[in-house]
């Protein structure tokens, strides 16, 4: 079972997780929240914009010297719906071994802190604050992106050896200059390292610098809109795209799922159900209800 009430809410009315233990102690039962199930901010409602705020990953999402901004699709409810569902296979997986269940508490808040990996960590050890860095590292110059004549390019050397060739490339002399030849250095003058490349990287358009960089052993990629996206060789070798036969709007086009199995990509068998398309099936097959009690109920508005 999986629920995404505020913690107590389904105690209320006699499905919390000890109700249903009672009937069935091998239930796995998933409470996803914003907070937690336990803790002074455990009634919150979450949503994700607020936890990204709040859980630290606004404040190293942006420019260094702009406004903080959110990432560009809801990652906090994702990276929690990753770990809920690693925790429930894990249960599933367990109670096979112990005919136990287990009441799974998964929530955006947790999910976010951990997520901040390195930066957490940086925090915790060292004491080290961390800043807006936009699409630069923090510790390796150059790493970031790049305006072309007609987009953006990123790209980074990601050691001495690297930065040789990507100055080479550049048909300049960085990698003699003591102010550029180790990281280090590059980190101290970054500012003035990034200000020239900038300014010849302004020169060419993206396809040309891809040209350029193709084959060198250096870090670099275009940055793509959606359209490349999809159309990217890769995503279309992978079949990254798939589509299923919509029972109102035929073909609908899909994300496949992100995993193969023994080399298959695990296939999409069904459509996105419209809205009530599985009641009666799940009403009178798996709950064993009569035809006049789901009339009843239909009569009542509950479905």
């Known amino acids: 079972m999986v629920e995404n009430y505020v913690p107590g809410k389904l105690a209320e009315m006699g499905l919390g997780y000890e ?33 990204e705020a709040e859980a630290g990953l606004m404040h190293i999402t942006g420019e260094r010297t702009a406004t903080p901004v959110k990432v560009g699709v809801a990652i906090t409810d994702l990276t929690t719906g990753l770990y809920a569902q690693s925790a429930i296979l894990a249960a599933l997986y367990g109670r096979k071994a112990t005919g136990q269940g287990v009441h799974i508490d998964a929530n955006l808040f947790d999910s976010q802190i951990a997520s901040l990996a390195n930066i957490g960590s940086n925090w915790l050890v060292a004491g080290k604050e961390a800043e807006r860095q936009g699409t630069a590292h923090p510790s390796i110059v150059p790493y970031q992106t790049f305006k072309t004549k007609d987009g953006f390019i990123m790209l980074g ?124 099936e799940i009403l009178r097959d798996d709950l064993g209800m009569s035809d006049e009690q789901i009339a009843d109920l239909h009569h009542k508005g509950a479905i």
């Open 157 to 280: 050397a990601g050691n001495d050896k690297q930065f040789g060739v990507l100055s080479k490339l550049f048909g300049q002399a960085w990698h003699t200059d003591p102010s550029y030849t180790t990281n280090s250095a590059r980190v101290a003058n970054r500012v003035a390292l990034l200000t020239s490349m900038s300014l010849i990287t302004e020169q060419r358009s993206t396809e040309e610098w891809l040209s350029i960089l193709e084959g060198q052993g250096l870090p670099f990629a275009p940055i793509n809109n959606i359209q490349k996206t999809f159309e990217h060789p890769q995503a279309v070798a992978r079949g990254i795209v798939t589509e299923v036969d919509h029972p109102r709007i035929g073909k609908l086009k899909m994300v496949a799922p992100a995993v193969h199995y023994d080399g298959e990509r695990m296939p999409v068998r069904r459509p996105p159900p419209v809205l009530g398309q599985h009641t009666l």
């Open 19 to 51: 109700d249903c233990k009672a009937i069935n102690p091998g239930i796995v039962y998933a409470s996803i929240s914003g907070y937690g199930q336990a803790g002074p901010y455990r009634q919150n409602p979450g949503y994700d914009v607020m936890i």
